[in-house]
């Protein structure tokens, strides 16, 4: 599995991030009338980042010996990459979300998520016209 993990790169991390990402911005929309509301994002390049890092170190993971043994958290989850966004403009009820910047942003997001989603689509076409030998 490792080296289908190589071949395909980071574009797996890129899609979840991604994903994450349209969901964080479609509960800021579905929650621009909620008071008190703080619209979050994520920082993509942070995650990224941090997803690649963890990508390279996969191979230096601690095992468990012992079946009392637990598992570590995770520090570069995406999670840890959530933020809260300021608002441009002050709202009366508190509310930081500016419903023409989050849907300018979720479909920036879209846009991006379908350009990975083709491009990781490219590389497994690759792969597969390489196994099948170029048919």
Known sequence: MAGIDNALGISQQVLAIRAQRMNLLSANIANAD???YKARDIDFRAALSSAQDERSMSGTRMASTNEKHFALTDSTSLGAHV?????????LNGNTVEPHRE???FMDNAMKYQA????????IKGLMGAI???Q
């Open 103 to 105: 849907h300018a942003q």
């Open 132 to 134: 099948k030998g170029g």
């Open 116 to 123: 990975s989603l083709n491009l990781l689509d490219s590389r």
């Open 83 to 91: 933020q809260y966004r300021s608002a441009d403009s002050l709202s």
């Open 34 to 36: 909620t008071p008190n």
